[in-house]
């Protein structure tokens, strides 16, 4: 079986990365180099964003935050609250202890209404995302 190319259908680029919305119906973020954290004005940004790209319809979520190394109480309450505003499933790579603690607090403590699962490869979490839909 061929694999379909992925056409980016949308693209808007913030000053803390780059959310596209993809042919396949996944909405992607991809931060700048060397970005580490997001502030809450950041995230309000980048949510109301990804609202707009995703025409106010729920879509496959995917996040690179392998060079994420912090995120704030406040922060995690706000993406726990309002991810499933945009995304009814998210997918996000990482590679560090300190991001898995951050998505496993997510989880426990602000219970999103949509399943979320961490990978190590972009290839894996898409591939996730795109299982049972």
Known sequence: MLAQKVIILKSKTLNIG????RSDDVLAFEPVEGISTLKLSELKIMC???IELSENTPRLFFSN???MKSLGSEEREYVG?????????AAITENSPIVR?????I???YKPQIPMKMFTTEEEAIN??????
Request: hydrophobic share 45%.
């Open 65 to 67: 935050n392998k060079t």
């Open 107 to 109: 989880v426990y403590f």
């Open 48 to 50: 109301k964003t990804l």
């Open 128 to 133: 996730w995302l795109k299982q049972n839909n």
């Open 81 to 89: 609250k309002n991810i499933h505003l945009f995304a009814y499933k």
């Open 18 to 21: 780059t959310i596209v919305l």
């Open 101 to 105: 603690f951050i998505t496993h607090m």
